[in-house]
């Protein structure tokens, strides 16, 4: 099993110095994608109330390294609900059904909840931890509000 990277990290260019408290650009937010599509490494964003809408449903025409049907699902690196793309390459990667559906959308739920309710705009990163299969073994995610809020964890993405 690979062990996580600590949060906040430094992934190669992706991340070069740590995110300031407003994380906008002009006032808008803005996702990143990491790595190929055909190995994602990751993603981070800047989330605001104006960039949630922007989120889409998981390609089925998209494939995706080491996918089958369950008890895989075709999950967001950021989640749809927090405006992540499920069309953009290298925006998807196989999760397991029951981490997809259950403990990581109760940790999105938190960044959504801290953008709706409190007015936040938050930096969010998720990394991927690979072992020797295509398919994550780790997600690790992090986020930091421009209020307060923050949070982070380590799901094991093997079912």
Not at 36 to 64: F, H, K, Q, V
């Amino acid at each position: 099993m690979p062990v996580p990277l600590p949060l906040p990290i430094e992934l190669g260019d992706s991340i070069k110095e740590p995110r300031p408290q407003d994380c906008t650009i002009n006032g808008a937010g803005w996702y990143n994608y990491w790595g190929p599509a055909t190995r994602p490494a990751g993603a981070d964003a800047c989330i605001n109330e104006g960039s949630l809408s922007g989120g889409t449903a998981a390609s089925r025409s998209m494939n995706i390294p080491g996918y089958s049907n369950p008890p895989y699902d075709r999950g967001h690196i950021i989640g749809r609900q927090l405006g992540g793309s499920g069309s953009e390459p290298g925006s998807l990667f196989t999760q397991c059904l029951g981490v997809n559906r259950g403990a990581m959308r109760v940790f999105e739920d938190k960044i959504w909840k801290a953008v709706t309710e409190k007015k936040e705009t938050v930096y969010y990163a998720v990394v991927l931890g690979y072992d020797s299969r295509p398919i994550p073994d780790t997600v690790s995610v992090f986020f930091a509000g421009s209020r307060g809020s923050a949070g982070s964890d380590v799901f094991s993405n093997v079912c």
